[in-house]
């Protein structure tokens, strides 16, 4: 049964923002020492809130920690939070001594002028016009990314995935999400089709879209791949894939014909029956095939000549 850990974020011990992964000092109340908490997240900062759902292990090398398997942060609601929020560089243009002479003027409010009204910070010894607009740039920056961060999580995807989304498709992340969802599929490493699939659902995506058509393509024959069959007749693709998602067998054809226009499929005639690979296995199978007649045409060949009845002898 998953636990929930409340706190603030003393320290970030390590956040790696390629892929998420963050080590946590966290206060918590009731408990004496800052306790580890490890997880994934896009952006994290010392001052700032913390909610995380996991549970406790023991680390053999670090010791007990606490295990996120989501976390949310938030901005600190305290002077002294917040001053250690801003001091952390959360915020670029924005060290310690700039960080503390704004919390001293606007106290709790601070986090609001910056939203409301950063030009009053030009009162302040130290910021000028240039720095002030970096400072605006930043927030906005923030404010995006937790954005993308909450819509995600109310859609039911996990942190680290999460992170993966926001570091390929950036500030149109949600945009891209909604536009097509099934393209996660094909751009995110760690999402399939069933996910995908689910998150289509939530969103309201009809059933019958020609994406999710297109998309269950795809994964019909990567299915057929882990069964060993680099291609497979195109009747079958559309038998396979009709079955999986139980929509109308002429919108899957319909979806076929598009897979191969935008080359994410190829079709190729065997036989007289066309057959169906996906892009990649079928530039891995040509070229297998180039290189092996390449070998057996090489003059003088490549291999060393073997004689059979002595290498029988020896055998």
Same mark, same amino acid.
């Given at each position: 049964?998953?636990?929930?850990? $409340?706190?603030?974020?003393?320290?970030?011990?390590?956040?790696?923002?390629?892929?998420?992964?963050?080590?946590?000092?966290?206060?918590?109340?009731?408990?004496?020492?800052?306790?580890?908490?490890?997880?994934? $997240?896009?952006?994290?900062?010392?001052?700032?809130?913390?909610?995380?759902?996991?549970? @406790?292990?023991?680390?053999?090398?670090?010791?007990?920690?606490?295990?996120?398997?989501?976390?949310?942060?938030?901005?600190?609601?305290?002077?002294?939070?917040?001053?250690?929020?801003?001091?952390?560089?959360?915020?670029?243009?924005?060290?310690?001594?700039?960080?503390?002479?704004?919390?001293?003027?606007?106290?709790?409010?601070?986090?609001?002028?910056?939203?409301?009204?950063? =030009?009053?910070?030009?009162?302040?010894?130290?910021?000028?016009?240039?720095?002030?607009?970096?400072?605006?740039?930043?927030?906005?920056?923030?404010?995006?990314?937790?954005?993308?961060?909450?819509?995600?999580?109310?859609?039911?995807?996990?942190?680290?995935?999460?992170?993966?989304?926001?570091?390929?498709?950036?500030?149109?992340?949600?945009?891209?999400?909604?536009?097509?969802?099934?393209?996660?599929? =094909?751009?995110?490493?760690?999402?399939?089709?069933?996910?995908?699939?689910?998150?289509?659902?939530?969103?309201?995506? =009809?059933?019958?879209?020609?994406?999710?058509?297109?998309?269950?393509?795809?994964?019909?024959?990567?299915?057929?791949?882990?069964?060993?069959?680099?291609?497979?007749?195109?009747?079958?693709?559309?038998?396979?894939?009709?079955?999986?998602?139980?929509? =109308?067998?002429?919108?899957?054809?319909?979806?076929?014909?598009?897979?191969?226009?935008?080359?994410?499929?190829?079709?190729?005639?065997?036989?007289?029956?066309? @057959?169906?690979?996906? $892009?990649?296995?079928?530039?891995?199978?040509?070229?297998?095939?180039?290189?092996?007649?390449?070998?057996?045409?090489?003059?003088?060949?490549?291999?060393?000549?073997?004689?059979?009845?002595?290498?029988?002898? @020896?055998?």
């Amino acid at each position: 049964m998953p636990e929930t850990l $409340t706190g603030l974020i003393e320290r970030v011990t390590y956040h790696n923002p390629e892929n998420g992964f963050a080590v946590l000092k966290v206060m918590v109340k009731g408990r004496q020492e800052l306790v580890t908490v490890v997880g994934s $997240t896009t952006s994290v900062s010392a001052g700032e809130h913390l909610e995380a759902t996991g549970k @406790w292990v023991v680390d053999r090398e670090h010791g007990q920690q606490f295990k996120a398997d989501e976390l949310k942060t938030t901005h600190p609601a305290s002077a002294e939070g917040i001053e250690k929020y801003l001091a952390s560089g959360a915020i670029r243009s924005i060290g310690p001594k700039i960080a503390a002479k704004i919390v001293a003027i606007y106290k709790e409010r601070t986090l609001e002028i910056f939203e409301t009204a950063p =030009d009053f910070l030009l009162h302040i010894k130290g910021i000028g016009k240039e720095r002030v607009k970096r400072i605006r740039q930043s927030w906005q920056e923030q404010k995006e990314v937790r954005k993308i961060m909450l819509f995600l999580a109310e859609h039911g995807i996990s942190s680290g995935r999460a992170v993966r989304i926001y570091r390929t498709y950036g500030q149109e992340s949600i945009a891209k999400i909604k536009e097509n969802p099934y393209q996660l599929a =094909d751009d995110i490493r760690g999402i399939g089709f069933k996910t995908a699939d689910e998150l289509a659902a939530k969103l309201g995506i =009809d059933r019958n879209s020609p994406y999710r058509a297109r998309a269950a393509v795809r994964y019909t024959l990567q299915e057929l791949a882990s069964q060993g069959h680099v291609g497979f007749p195109e009747p079958g693709v559309v038998e396979h894939t009709t079955k999986l998602v139980e929509i =109308d067998q002429l919108i899957v054809e319909e979806a076929v014909k598009a897979a191969v226009q935008e080359k994410a499929v190829v079709r190729e005639s065997i036989d007289g029956e066309p @057959w169906l690979y996906l $892009t990649a296995l079928h530039r891995a199978e040509v070229g297998l095939a180039q290189s092996v007649q390449r070998i057996g045409s090489a003059s003088p060949h490549p291999m060393p000549v073997i004689d059979v009845e002595k290498a029988i002898a @020896w055998v």
